[in-house]
């Protein structure tokens, strides 16, 4: 049974730093593309980082320079370093991991973000 699970959320301050890990299990982790999303309280979930198929990275216009994903396949697990939180980054983020020729699509549990002061 595929797993992704997040972790790392949780309260920050505006300006400080949140690092997210998403852990994958049984999957063949280096053939998936890898991502984080977020959604907002009324809000439609959005792209935040992403590996491409050709392992090439994605981010959302209000995240660059200021998050990076990474990855470690031989610890089956994406990261997402987010420095600068700003209190509109507050949102529930989801790993997301996509198989070879879009054939599988999986989610995480999500993992809760609030930056306030």
């Known amino acids: 049974q595929v797993q992704l699970v997040e972790s790392g959320g949780g309260l920050v301050q505006p300006g400080g730093s949140l690092r997210l890990s998403c852990a994958a299990s049984?999957?063949?982790?280096?053939?998936?593309?890898m991502g984080w999303y977020r959604q907002a309280p009324g809000k439609q979930r959005e792209l935040v980082a992403a590996?491409?198929?050709?392992?090439?990275?994605n981010y959302a216009d209000s995240v660059k320079g200021r998050f990076t994903i990474s990855r470690d396949n031989a610890k089956n697990t994406v990261y997402l370093q987010m420095n600068s939180l700003k209190p509109e980054d507050t949102a529930v983020y989801y790993c997301?991991?996509?198989?070879?020729?879009?054939?599988?699509?999986?989610w995480g549990q999500g993992t809760q973000v609030t930056v306030s002061s």
């Open positions: 590996f491409t198929s050709r392992g090439t990275t």
């Open positions: 049984a999957i063949i982790f280096s053939r998936y593309a």
């Open positions: 997301n991991a996509i198989g070879p020729r879009n054939l599988a699509n999986y």
